[in-house]
T-cell receptor, first 113, second 114 residues
Framework: GDSVTQMEGPVTLSEEAFLTINCTYTATGYPSLFWYVQYPGEGLQLLLKATKADDKGSNKGFEATYRKETTSFHLEKGSVQVSDSAVYFCALGGSAGGFKTIFGAGTRLFVKA | DADVTQTPRNRITKTGKRIMLECSQT?????MYWYRQDPGLGLRLIYY???????NKGEISDGYSVSRQAQAKFSLSLESAIPNQTALYFCATSTGTGSADTQYFGPGTRLTVL
């Protein structure tokens, strides 16, 4: 079945460091790919998405490119801030024409001042 | 005001008790979902509803039931709570526009079953 695998956390970085959180997927058809972020005490919210191969999603300095050849959607940010501390979830949706969203296990990011 | 609200935000209950978690939304979306979040497991789908008359089981529906009282309201019930139902529960909505369907989440209910 469809699945999403993302790197285990926690990831601890100093402020202004470069961030990469790896995400790979297994799916049939042509899913859309998402990154959601969960700040402490809150629900998940969409960070960015890409709907087809080679698309790049971007928001708030975060970027991810839909790579069909490597089945990956890695999240990157050039310079993290303390306020980026959160849990990040990679997800896929619409595989094989279905409606369900499949979430990865989440990666917790801590950014130190 | 928040678009998706959940009540209560925190609940402690005892094994065997019946408990209801409520979700309301002002986004006007037809699709609503209940998820459970456990550490290291991500989010797992419990039930989903595409409209008031359409309710479906997700991957982990055993021990849970739902009610869609109106387009804006979707409640999750635990008929007889057990300790392994201790988790963070999220309600979500979506527009139903296909594979790029963004989900909008409530703030969550932290449930502890003693």
């Amino acid at each position: 079945g469809d699945s999403v695998t993302q790197m285990e956390g926690p990831v601890t970085l100093s402020e202004e460091a470069f961030l990469t959180i790896n995400c790979t997927y297994t799916a049939t058809g042509y899913p859309s790919l998402f990154w959601y972020v969960q700040y402490p005490g809150e629900g998940l919210q969409l960070l960015l998405k890409a709907t087809k191969a080679d698309d790049k999603g971007s928001n708030k300095g975060f970027e991810a490119t839909y790579r069909k050849e490597t089945t990956s959607f890695h999240l990157e940010k050039g310079s993290v801030q303390v306020s980026d501390s959160a849990v990040y979830f990679c997800a896929l949706g619409g595989s094989a024409g279905g409606f369900k969203t499949i979430f990865g296990a989440g990666t917790r990011l801590f950014v130190k001042a | 005001d928040a678009d998706v609200t959940q009540t209560p935000r925190n609940r402690i209950t005892k094994t065997g008790k019946r408990i209801m978690l409520e979700c309301s939304q002002t986004k006007g979306h037809d699709r609503m979902y209940w998820y459970r979040q456990d550490p290291g497991l991500g989010l797992r789908l419990i039930y989903y509803s595409f409209d008031v008359k359409d309710i479906n089981k997700g991957e982990i529906s055993d021990g849970y039931s739902v009610s869609r009282q109106a387009q804006a309201k979707f409640s999750l019930s635990l008929e007889s709570a057990i300790p392994n139902q201790t988790a963070l529960y999220f309600c979500a909505t979506s527009t139903g526009t296909g594979s790029a369907d963004t989900q909008y989440f409530g703030p969550g209910t932290r449930l502890t079953v003693l």
